[in-house]
């Protein structure tokens, strides 16, 4: 189901939208393979960040921290990118190769796999599954383990390789995915400063990665009081970026990366951008470009139950039918037997397949401009649902990038906006839409709002409500004066979404997890959301009882005192046994024949009660009756008669 389809009216839900060429663009499946340098440095255990003044400031939050190689980070790391992916994007793909190993496996080779010498597949590219995270947990639990696997090779590590055994990795196991990723988590800045052909085959096989629409994406690790690391000495010549690409080249972490930070950047690294549809933005006659469009924010909900059948050898996803029966005789009713129509008049007004698509076609899909308005035209309330950001699409299109930044950048400056006829998907009606040009928002040197359009629903007439008038209730100035000093007090800093995740979803992924892997269920919820009870009480109680204290004064005597009734109440007998409640019999006040005329018109008499059909039945001296239905056709009957 569409995002889109939950603020769809259910009365434009005649007919199933056309599905979208989601091959193109959308739920695309994510490849990820981790290739972690194993050498003497990186399994070493490095203390501190290198910056005094900060060891000093939080020497007791670095005392509960525990100091871990970058090997071991990285696995951590990856152990944890495991755990959320096989719950929250069960179709994705993971890999593990650890390269500058002693030992030598790749895809199922021995020591013996000369091509790929000391390269280790621990896990290849798949489908994680539980097996494969319950061996990665005991390799970083049994120490034996570890140290018999993760020991350094003592020859030189071919970074053509390791990116040739990547590409062999991606084009077997992976060679429809439209985002493949290799994370290269290593230490050495230079791994082939004395031997220039082996750089220079470096740097073809990353070439070929890059034809192949793998992205490398490296995370350095340097540390304190040694030389920094340094991209620039083989690493910037073999990242490429493509043109729409925003990002930097990585900057070394300080120090040993925490676990936290690693796992942090690579899921931001790790999300692709997909879009909701890709379509074309006429501007005018003969001018057309190809934009796509991308839902900017998006509730992350919990992924569809399903049923299964346990019965046999292994656990099978139940799939299930639907049927559709005739309500008389029980008959099987296919689907080329069932008719769609209308109720008009008291006629059923049946329309074929044909006649439904064509009332419902309003040409191909497209956004086009009708004309532009004052910025200030378009107000709040105007968001009938989410608004949508469109961003230029050369596939189609050659030239679209500069044509779209050239009219960005002309909205921008007259503080003007485009009004839009859009036809998203075919089989849905048309919209009117503003064009919002937005320009780009930094704070503290992150992008809070790209630069782009923003495609925002505006509202038909049948859409807009006269707001109730409520007459406003004012505190009195003493009162506010005291919430001030409260709200103060309880200042916060800005919200930031990426430190509070949603209590709900991680509680249900943390449950499903533990059940997954045989581990001990989790029985008390982290919830990161909880106000901080002891911090208000040590820093605002004596504002808030001032604020208490003052309220009460102004409103205690508007207080109304609490009456105790017995009606309703259970009264127990001698026997001690509670007495039923009395029934209290309600009249029930008959309807105008106008309200029942106004219901006819709008199509909603079986939205009348019964009672209400029948007073107005029995007003005209006809029939009352029958069952509703009865009353109804005698309604309609009534009304069409004259």
């Known amino acids: 189901m569409s995002y889109d389809k939950k603020w769809t009216p259910k009365d434009d839900e005649i007919e199933e939208e ?22 003497d440095s990186m399994l070493t255990i490095h203390d501190g960040d290198g910056d005094t003044a900060m060891d000093d400031m939080k020497s007791k939050k670095k005392k509960a921290q525990k100091n871990v190689s970058a090997v071991r980070s990285a696995l951590e790391c990856a152990y944890s990118i495991l755990q959320s992916r096989i719950i929250s994007s069960p179709n994705d793909m993971m890999g593990i190769l650890l390269f500058g190993t002693e030992k030598t496996r790749f895809k199922g080779e021995n020591d013996s796999a000369g091509g790929f010498a000391h390269c280790y597949l621990l896990m290849d590219l798949d489908v994680p599954d539980v097996d494969g995270i319950k061996e990665l947990k005991m390799l970083l639990e049994d120490e034996d383990q570890w140290n018999d696997l993760l020991v350094p090779s003592e020859g030189s590590i071919s970074m053509a390789n390791v990116l040739f055994g990547a590409n062999q990795i991606f084009t077997t196991r992976a060679p429809n995915f439209s985002s ?43 540390y304190p009081g040694k030389k920094a690391f340094d991209p620039t000495n083989f690493y910037e010549d073999i990242i490429y970026r493509s043109q729409y690409d925003d990002e930097d080249t990585p900057i070394a972490t300080s120090g040993t990366a925490r676990l936290q930070e690693m796992v942090t950047t690579i899921r931001s690294k790790a999300v692709p ?18 934009v796509k469009g991308y839902l900017m924010y998006k509730k992350q909900e919990k992924g569809r139950s399903h049923y299964i059948y346990t019965g046999g050898e292994k656990v099978q996803i139940v799939e299930g039918t639907t049927t559709n029966m005739a309500e008389f005789t029980a008959k099987v009713v296919e689907k080329s037997e069932i008719k769609k129509a209308y109720k008009f008049g008291g006629e059923q007004v049946v329309f074929t397949d044909d006649e439904m698509k064509a009332m419902r076609n309003f040409g191909d899909p497209c956004i086009r401009i009708i004309g532009f308005k004052r910025r200030d035209s378009i107000h709040f309330d105007h968001n009938v649902k989410p608004a949508q950001f469109i961003y230029p699409d050369e596939k189609d299109f050659v030239g679209s990038t500069r044509t779209f930044t050239a009219l960005h950048r002309k909205l921008v400056a007259s503080a003007k906006v485009g009004l839009c006829w859009c036809i998203l998907r075919r089989n849905t009606s048309p919209s009117l839409c503003a064009l919002w040009p937005s320009t780009e928002e930094t704070a ?19 859409d807009v409500r006269a707001t109730p008038e409520v007459s406003p209730a004012c505190a009195p100035a003493p009162l506010i004066d005291a919430m001030r000093s409260v709200v103060k007090q309880l200042h916060m800093p800005a919200y930031t979404p990426d430190k509070y995740e949603n209590p709900s979803l991680q509680w249900h992924y943390r449950i499903l997890q533990a059940m997954a892997l045989d581990e001990d269920v989790p029985t008390v919820p982290v919830d990161r959301t909880l106000p901080k009870f002891k911090l208000i009480q040590k820093y605002a109680a004596a504002v808030v009882e001032e604020w208490a204290a003052e309220l009460e004064r102004h409103a205690g005597p508007l207080r109304t005192a609490a009456v105790k009734s017995a009606a309703g109440k259970r009264v127990k007998d001698e026997d001690g046994d509670a007495a039923p409640p009395k029934k209290v019999s309600r009249a029930v006040t008959p309807m105008g024949s106008g309200e029942v005329k106004a219901a006819y018109g709008k199509g909603q008499l079986h939205k009348m009660t019964v009672v209400a059909l029948r007073d107005f039945l029995k007003s005209k001296g006809l029939d009352t009756s ?17």
């Open 18 to 39: 056309e599905e979208e060429d989601v091959s193109r663009y959308q739920d695309q499946k994510d490849a990820i393979l981790f290739a972690i340098h194993v050498s």
């Open 180 to 222: 493949r990723k290799l994370f290269i988590i290593t230490d050495d800045d230079d791994p082939h400063s004395d031997d220039k052909a082996l750089k220079q085959s470096s740097i073809t096989r990353a070439s070929d990665l890059y034809d192949l629409g793998v992205q490398i994406d490296p995370f350095f690790i340097s």
């Open 273 to 290: 951008k997909r879009t909701q549809f890709s379509t074309k933005l006429e501007i005018g006659p003969g001018l057309t470009i190809g």
């Open 444 to 462: 503290g040197g992150v992008q809070t709002r790209p630069a782009g359009f923003f495609l925002i629903t505006l509202p038909f007439a049948d």
């Open 626 to 642: 029958g069952k509703k239905a009865d009353l109804m056709d005698r309604v309609e009957q009534h009304f069409e008669s004259k």
